[in-house]
């Protein structure tokens, strides 16, 4: 069966590997007529992309030369007699969208896995509905058969008491407030925000059926960053809202990223969260809880009962009456209903900008006035809610004790599995000790389970028999740790002198790449290069001692549990590193080349003879340089601090602007763009900010930097003073006296010195190292990581492989 055969909208049974038959109904949704390229992947022309009729969450593409044995197309039906004439819908999207106010019986009579042979009250077949139509269908892992049909029995009973005391009539048309076309925004129980985007695209006056699925009266169909999902009224209220934005300032962009409100930052929600409550809890008798954070287990839900990790989940979880007595501390979550309404949102099935479409990340704007494009805020974060499990044998809370008291002290809710004895003994009876572990998940459902050295066997044990599938850090690569699940979000850290598991980076890298792209991570430290007779930095041994500086083990377990991305998120708490006021000041400035709104060269060009223009001493500009040369961090340095108070009375002569139009038009915003492009092209939203940042340069060589109509900086002439500690390029530093002690800024004849604050573009880092030889490591696919650092936990100085990579924006003098 040729490409040709087939066309959108085509009925097709696609094969099932379960059933090893052609038995998997859904309908084609794309055809290509050339090729298409998602990341890495590549799609040739000629592919068929299938998608479920009811669920548009989720696209198979089948290449042309599988055609003949995956796909049949389903022969033409004889479409079902309506009940009622109704006006014709227009399209809603490029997938079909069932109109199921014209069904009278079951068009799909395979899909919605119904047991027609099983009469059922109909109340549980309502309960059955709402599973099928919000992400339930069929049973839920984790909980056995018999917790299964008591759970539906209690739901069905609540729906039939509830249906009792209102007694509506399924024909009544009931007062909605919707109507199609309204604009709506769509709850979001993990950030606990409502986001902006959603549209009404039908409302049943009265109630339908197919087959054995009914929709009562009042149900609305809802589109939501490419999905289609049906609401029943007693979910309508929890579930969505009517938007007080225009239509036009919510569409969800065409890279199917979560809406967001039209000022960039999401809307907060009014209502409050619950608390986990102390109360109720069972303990394992081989897990110790720590303190009094034990949460109640019955208000959680599974992890194996949450979306796969490959989505992001708009969910409104049930409720007991205990959760009704939380502590208003925290911002409350709107009501739930009783059996979870979910609306899946796939992050990693789409790219993150689709075909044709602009980017929708902030773009160089040499002319326009950037101050006020500063860092997006992170999504919402308590790390009081977050639960983890810790194993015990392997994490040394005798013998390294600091790093779990620094996850207690974090303020983490955490429990201990001690009752598990030393893995590594020959001919250890591992599936003895599993329920264990299982038993301890399943009665404390963790957010995030935690593992060191020898505890690492039992965690990939954990992976091989599904009885885990969140969040996961290791401390230490334990030799059985030879892969990475598909969909998973792993941590791994790991030290270049550890005397145990002596691991090549590179190996540990490929580890990584294994994992699903931007859902693993690699925490490494190795040591420096040579000066002298030692090193600036060391490597960590197997205790990895790195952790317990700049609360680094915390912000592990953060990046784990960030919606971002763990490496995101980690270079998103360097900032922490810095002091309120510089961060202010750097965000004044801008993350992206446009300073030209300060220009004072003919026509903002920069293309006059004169290239340094003073700023004066009393403008704001002025001002805000000054602060960022100023600053000290606001955390311990790692390298030596000479004389810190003298820094505060360090006397700046002046500050000069660089305007060299050829520099920023021929190599910073070329570079600019590129690396926006790469970033974006490997799934991740381009941020300046994380992706850019200011830093500073010393050099003798100032006049010829800022003069060059080129590239200013050439990093392959770059690092010899230094013997290039962490590779060949151009060095960066964070701070201005990290320069000043060095020794590397420029003297002038009169005694004074000069410094370049630089806006330096360094994308993805990694940590670096003298044989690097100016080609950095792979970081996913066929893209490289774009700069490397001298610590992943703490960067204090960055380096460069690109002459475009830097734009020196100021020349500050001081004395």
């Known amino acids: 069966m040729a490409t040709a055969d087939f066309a959108i909208g085509d009925r097709v049974h696609m094969w099932n590997s379960a059933t090893q038959q052609l038995d998997l109904e859904g309908s084609v949704s794309q055809v290509l007529d050339s090729e298409l390229s998602y990341g890495s992947m590549v799609l040739p022309a000629g592919s068929v992309g299938i998608s479920s009729i009811l669920d548009a969450s989720q696209t198979w593409w089948v290449s042309p030369e599988h055609l003949s044995f995956m796909l049949r197309k389903m022969p033409v039906q004889s479409p079902p007699t309506p009940q009622r004439k109704t006006a014709e819908k227009p399209p809603m999207g490029d997938e079909e969208i069932p109109d199921l106010s014209r069904a009278t019986t079951n068009p799909w009579p395979g899909f919605l896995g119904m047991d027609k042979e099983k009469e059922e009250d109909p109340f549980a077949k309502a309960l059955g509905m709402v599973s099928q139509f919000f992400g339930g269908f069929g049973s839920r892992s984790g909980l056995d058969s018999k917790a299964k049909a008591e759970d539906e029995e209690d739901a069905a009973g609540q729906l039939k008491a509830s249906a009792d005391s209102q007694t509506p009539s399924v024909t009544q048309t009931p007062a909605t407030e ?68 225009g239509l036009s300032d ?62 992001q989940s708009l969910s409104v979880p049930a409720v007991t009456p205990s959760s009704l007595q939380d ?69 040394g809370r005798e013998l390294n004790p600091q790093q779990g008291q620094m996850l207690e002290a974090a303020g983490y809710q955490i429990r201990w599995l001690f009752d598990l004895p030393n893995p590594e003994m020959v001919g250890f009876p591992m599936m003895q ?3 264990t572990i299982q038993q301890a998940i399943g ?181 805000k340089v000054a602060a960022i040369f100023r600053a000290q961090p606001a955390v311990a340095r790692a390298y030596a601090d000479m004389n810190p108070g003298m820094w505060n009375h360090v006397s700046i002569v002046k500050i000069e602007r660089v305007e060299n139009g050829m520099q920023e038009d021929g190599s910073a915003e070329p570079y600019y763009k590129a690396l926006q492009r790469g970033i974006e092209n490997q799934g991740v939203p381009f941020q300046p900010g994380l992706h850019t940042r200011w830093a500073f340069h010393g050099s003798s060589a100032v006049d010829s930097i800022v003069s060059n109509p080129i590239s200013g900086f050439q990093p392959l002439m770059s690092g010899t003073r230094s013997n290039a500690l962490w590779g060949p390029g151009s060095y960066f530093a964070r701070d201005a006296k990290y320069v000043y002690d060095g020794g590397f800024c420029n003297c002038q004849m009169d005694g004074s010195k000069q410094i370049l604050l630089c806006l330096l573009m360094n994308g993805f880092v990694c ?16 893209h490289r990581y774009n700069s490397s650092v001298d610590s992943l936990s703490n960067p ?14 100021y020349v500050i003098t001081f004395s």
């Open 767 to 782: 940590l670096g190292d003298p044989e690097h030889k100016g080609v950095l490591p792979m970081r996913q696919g066929r």
């Open 796 to 809: 204090e100085i960055f380096v460069t492989q690109s002459p475009g990579a830097a734009y020196p924006a």
């Open 443 to 623: 009665e404390y459902q963790p957010h995030l389970l935690a593992c060191a050295s020898k505890g690492g066997a039992y965690v990939t044990a954990a992976w091989q028999a599904g009885i885990w599938s969140g969040p996961t850090l290791f401390i230490n690569r334990h030799p059985n740790l030879t892969y990475l699940p598909k969909g998973m979000t792993v941590v791994l850290a790991h030290g270049s002198n550890d005397e145990f598991y002596k691991n090549r980076r590179e190996d540990l890298e490929a580890l990584m790449r294994s994992g699903s792209d931007n859902r693993c991570w690699l925490y490494y430290t190795a040591n420096s290069g040579l000066l002298g007779r030692g090193y600036t930095r060391q490597g960590d041994m197997h205790n990895m001692e790195s952790l317990k500086h700049w609360d680094c083990l915390p912000r592990l377990v953060d990046a784990a549990l960030s919606v971002e991305g763990p490496e995101t998120q980690m270079m998103r708490s360097w900032r922490s590193m810095l002091t309120q006021e510089r961060l202010e000041a750097e965000a004044w400035l801008g993350y992206t080349p446009g300073l030209r709104r300060l220009w004072q060269s003919k026509d903002q060009k920069g293309m006059d003879e004169e290239i340094l223009f003073q700023v004066p001493p009393t403008s704001e500009e002025y001002e």
């Open 178 to 245: 919707f109507a199609e076309g309204d604009p709506l925004e769509v709850w979001n129980y993990e950030t606990r925000e409502w986001e902006e985007g959603g549209t009404v695209k039908q409302v049943l006056a009265s109630a339908v059926s197919a087959g054995d699925v009914q929709l009562p009266a009042g149900s609305i169909l809802i589109s939501f960053a490419g999905l289609f999902k049906w609401l029943t009224p007693d979910v309508i209220a929890f579930a969505v809202r009517k938007s007080t934005l």
């Open 327 to 395: 502590s208003d501390a925290l911002p409350q979550t709107p009501a739930p209903l009783p059996g979870a309404c979910t609306l899946a949102l796939p992050i990693d099935s789409q790219p993150s900008t689709a075909p044709g479409t602009a980017s929708q990340s902030p773009m160089a704007t040499p002319r326009g006035h950037c101050a006020s494009g500063g860092l997006k805020d992170p999504p919402p974060y308590d790390r009081r809610l977050q639960r983890l499990l810790i194993v015990g044998p392997g994490f």
């Open 250 to 311: 919510r569409q969800p962009s065409a890279s199917g990223s979560r809406p967001q409100s039209a000022s960039g930052s999401r809307q907060p929600s009014p209502s409050r969260s619950r608390q986990p409550s102390p109360s109720g809890s069972r303990q394992s008798s081989s897990s110790v809880p720590s303190g009094d954070r034990q949460p109640s287990p019955d208000r959680q839900p599974s992890p194996d009962s949450q979306p796969s990790p490959d989505k």
């Open 433 to 435: 000790y599993l329920p």
